[in-house]
């Protein structure tokens, strides 16, 4: 059963920057994708950013691309999420998601996961 847990949310001025970590636990072995997701208040849930661990292979939505960058340790079994330039509109509950992988293309549909963290709160004033 892998178990994933989130940190490094916080509170933000626009323009600022903050790293999320997402540890993880409880692999099998087999490869993976990760991937963050976010809910807004009064928003759905959006697919950040993913990553095939086995390769490094990473996608990022066009919302984010250029300020958010997806990353491993695989050392650590840590996935991070390192968030650059924020704006008001990036403030949302971000949660860490996994899903063993069976190619390297991994979506970025919260259906296609099935392991998630509890969740780290990012919150950027203007």
């Known amino acids: 059963q892998v178990q994933l847990v989130e940190s490094g949310g916080g509170a933000v001025q626009a323009g600022g920057s903050l790293r999320l970590s997402c540890a993880a636990s409880?692999?099998?072995?087999?490869?993976?994708?990760m991937a963050w997701f976010r809910q807004g208040p009064g928003k759905e849930r959006e697919g950040v950013a993913s990553?095939?661990?086995?390769?490094?292979?990473?996608a990022v939505a066009d919302s984010v691309k250029g300020r958010f960058t997806i990353s491993q340790d695989s050392a650590k079994n840590t996935l991070y999420l390192t968030m650059n330039m924020l704006k008001p509109e990036d403030t949302a509950m971000y949660y860490c998601?996994?899903?063993?992988?069976?190619?390297?293309?991994?979506?970025?549909?919260?259906?296609?996961?099935?392991?998630w963290g509890q969740g780290t709160q990012v919150t950027v004033s203007s």
């Open positions: 998601a996994a899903i063993a992988a069976i190619n390297w293309k991994c979506s970025m549909e919260g259906r296609a996961y099935n392991y």
């Open positions: 409880g692999y099998t072995g087999r490869s993976y994708c």
């Open positions: 990553i095939y661990t086995v390769l490094g292979i990473t």
